[in-house]
């Protein structure tokens, strides 16, 4: 079983809004609502920010949004703040024997 | 407050076995699936093994499938991995999390600070 593909690194200024993209196939992202976003920093441990494709769960902040299409998944952060880099991965829960995969993470830098 | 409190970790030769286990605080243990987490150094997550909250459905991930061994202990809000026959690959720091669900789906809202596990001679 792939990992999910994430693209290596994505960047962007305070304010502005970005998207991660996440891609599986139709027996993971494109077959389940079974989709989740972490967000990791360095020495850290990840932390959930959207489930379920589109749920924030309590506490983290709505500026983290979740959408899919096909076999793509996206989180979208909106009004980027320095906190906010980190590396962040995508994980899915898969047909194959396998239960659960994850992308191999994006970093994103803040400029 | 959720808690997890992950302990066992350690320098292991090749061949060799660990038992990881991971205390859990703070929720009714039986209620959620619990599973096992690791990553490499300088690389990504990757998902090990999970186990139903009742304890009566395990997974694993292909690359430990027949070596490793998830468990419960809902009377002891314990899990545990017992890792045999380990590999120089297996080195990572190892996370507990627990998934929102009473199965694994990979929902994973809660993780311990993670035990780092070292494979080498």
């Known amino acids: 079983q792939s990992a999910l593909t994430q693209p290596a690194s994505v960047s962007g200024s305070p304010g502005q809004s970005i998207t991660f993209s996440c891609t599986g196939t139709?027996?993971?992202?494109?077959?389940?609502?079974?989709v989740s976003w972490y967000q990791q920093h360095p020495g850290k441990a990840p932390k959930l920010m959207i489930h379920d494709v589109s749920n924030r769960p309590s506490g983290v902040s709505n500026r983290f949004s979740g959408s899919k299409s096909g076999n793509t998944a996206s989180l979208t952060i909106s009004g980027l703040q320095a906190e906010d880099e980190a590396e962040y991965y995508c994980?899915?829960?898969?047909?194959?024997?396998?239960?659960?995969?994850f992308g191999g993470g994006t970093k994103l830098t803040v400029l | 407050e959720v808690q997890l409190l992950e302990s066992g970790g350690g320098l292991v030769q090749p061949g060799g076995s660990l038992r990881l286990s991971c205390a859990a605080s703070g929720f009714t243990f039986s209620n959620y699936a619990m599973n096992w987490v690791r990553q490499a150094p300088g690389k990504g997550l990757e998902w090990v093994s999970g186990i139903s909250g009742g304890g009566t459905s395990t997974y694993y991930a292909d690359s430990v499938r027949g070596r490793f061994a998830i468990s419960r202990d809902n009377s002891k809000n314990t899990l545990y991995l017992q890792m045999n026959s380990l590999r120089a690959e297996d080195t990572a720091v190892y996370y507990c999390a627990r998934d929102v669900n009473a199965y694994t789906y990979g929902d994973f809202d809660c993780w311990g600070q993670g035990t780092p596990v070292t494979v080498s001679s």
């Open positions: 994980s899915s829960y898969t047909s194959s024997s396998t239960r659960v995969i």
């Open positions: 139709s027996s993971d992202v494109g077959g389940y609502n079974y």
